[in-house]
């Protein structure tokens, strides 16, 4: 541990008064001086370098996300929850290498780290912008993404044919494999099928909208699919939750309460393993097999490539095209 010394006077008895203010704790002496060394070549707010990870990016995102869209937001916290081993840290302890541990252990591909590293790269400008940090801490432009790679991406395998019979005969046991097909035959991610409230869904005309979602590109019309309308209806009508699926007390699905009680055990007990995501490669696999044009899928699946935001004019038309699309698989 190393101290700062500082003098005030008491009024009261006009003397003056020594104060010590704790810099901060450190697991060898040597490294204690060189923190004292480094403060007093650049003093910053002691109270401000008590400030956590954490705490910074609640101020932080407390302005920002005013500024940008949902889909933008989405990212951020994504990123956000990425860096589970930073959250309790001081940001002044903050160094290259818990960085670089973040990025190196999360898993994540390419794309997803890119976003990390801006998200990072924000936090730096703002803790040197409120004098959190000094500039030259700033050492976001020095980690390095481009060895990381996501270890499960092989693992993510479409449904084989005999799963996606297997849920077929058994879809009547079980009214939770109604939303694995849902997923299947609409490429949607977990996250958008949970977050569809009923008023995003049209029902007559057999699509639904995505008002939400991790990209720009996902915000889009989704077909639905001839082999699951009934599933959809048959949600749509089950109680007064305003999202389209519900849990049995007719609440909102949370990822985690879904994933752990009404994924798994469905599929494991029909011996099938996979993620939420293996739906959306299978839906775009089953597609790609039925000679579906790529651009129709990219619109269906959401994928960057897709008619941006301000071209989305969606008309019968483009409605039957979908489904026409969707209903060859």
């Given at each position: 541990m190393q101290k700062t010394v500082s003098y005030t006077v008491d009024v009261e008895s006009k003397k003056v008064v020594q104060e010590?203010?704790?810099?901060?704790y450190y697991a060898t002496r040597q490294e204690a001086l060189q923190a004292l060394a480094d403060y007093n070549a650049n003093p910053y707010d002691i109270n401000a370098s008590k400030i956590t990870f954490s705490e910074v990016y609640d101020k932080w995102s407390e302005r920002k996300f005013k500024e940008v869209s949902k889909s933008n937001i989405n990212g951020y916290k994504a990123s956000y929850n990425i860096c589970?081993?930073?959250y309790d840290m001081r940001f002044v302890d903050i160094k290259l290498a818990h960085l670089q541990e973040v990025a190196d252990t999360s898993g994540k591909n390419y794309p997803t780290l890119r976003k990390l590293k801006v998200l990072f790269g924000q936090l730096f400008d703002y803790a040197v912008m409120n004098e959190i940090i000094t500039k030259d801490r700033h050492i976001v432009e020095y980690l390095n993404i481009k060895n990381a790679g996501n270890p499960?991406?092989?693992?993510?395998?479409?449904?084989s044919?005999?799963?996606?019979?297997?849920?077929?005969?058994?879809?009547?046991t079980n009214e939770y494999l109604q939303i694995v097909l849902m997923l299947i035959y609409s490429g949607v991610r977990i996250s958008e099928m949970l977050d569809l409230k009923k008023s995003d869904v049209?029902?007559?005309?057999?699509?639904?909208y995505v008002r939400d979602s991790k990209t720009d590109a996902g915000i889009r019309a989704v077909p639905i699919a001839d082999k699951t309308y009934k599933f959809f209806e048959a949600w749509y009508s089950k109680n007064d939750c305003e999202y389209l699926l519900s849990t049995p007390d007719g609440e909102h699905f949370l990822y985690r309460n879904y994933y752990d009680s009404y994924w798994i055990n469905p599929l494991n007990d029909l011996?099938?393993?996979h993620k939420p995501h293996d739906t959306r490669h299978t839906c775009v696999s089953l597609l790609a097999s039925a000679k579906v044009d790529p651009t129709t899928i990219k619109k269906i699946v959401g994928h960057r490539g897709a008619q941006t935001l301000t071209e989305r004019v969606y008309t019968h038309l483009d409605i039957n095209v979908l489904l026409d699309a969707i209903n060859k698989i």
């Amino acid at each position: 541990m190393q101290k700062t010394v500082s003098y005030t006077v008491d009024v009261e008895s006009k003397k003056v008064v020594q104060e010590r203010v704790t810099i901060g704790y450190y697991a060898t002496r040597q490294e204690a001086l060189q923190a004292l060394a480094d403060y007093n070549a650049n003093p910053y707010d002691i109270n401000a370098s008590k400030i956590t990870f954490s705490e910074v990016y609640d101020k932080w995102s407390e302005r920002k996300f005013k500024e940008v869209s949902k889909s933008n937001i989405n990212g951020y916290k994504a990123s956000y929850n990425i860096c589970g081993m930073l959250y309790d840290m001081r940001f002044v302890d903050i160094k290259l290498a818990h960085l670089q541990e973040v990025a190196d252990t999360s898993g994540k591909n390419y794309p997803t780290l890119r976003k990390l590293k801006v998200l990072f790269g924000q936090l730096f400008d703002y803790a040197v912008m409120n004098e959190i940090i000094t500039k030259d801490r700033h050492i976001v432009e020095y980690l390095n993404i481009k060895n990381a790679g996501n270890p499960d991406r092989y693992d993510r395998m479409p449904f084989s044919a005999v799963e996606i019979a297997l849920l077929w005969k058994n879809v009547g046991t079980n009214e939770y494999l109604q939303i694995v097909l849902m997923l299947i035959y609409s490429g949607v991610r977990i996250s958008e099928m949970l977050d569809l409230k009923k008023s995003d869904v049209h029902l007559q005309e057999r699509w639904f909208y995505v008002r939400d979602s991790k990209t720009d590109a996902g915000i889009r019309a989704v077909p639905i699919a001839d082999k699951t309308y009934k599933f959809f209806e048959a949600w749509y009508s089950k109680n007064d939750c305003e999202y389209l699926l519900s849990t049995p007390d007719g609440e909102h699905f949370l990822y985690r309460n879904y994933y752990d009680s009404y994924w798994i055990n469905p599929l494991n007990d029909l011996g099938i393993d996979h993620k939420p995501h293996d739906t959306r490669h299978t839906c775009v696999s089953l597609l790609a097999s039925a000679k579906v044009d790529p651009t129709t899928i990219k619109k269906i699946v959401g994928h960057r490539g897709a008619q941006t935001l301000t071209e989305r004019v969606y008309t019968h038309l483009d409605i039957n095209v979908l489904l026409d699309a969707i209903n060859k698989i």
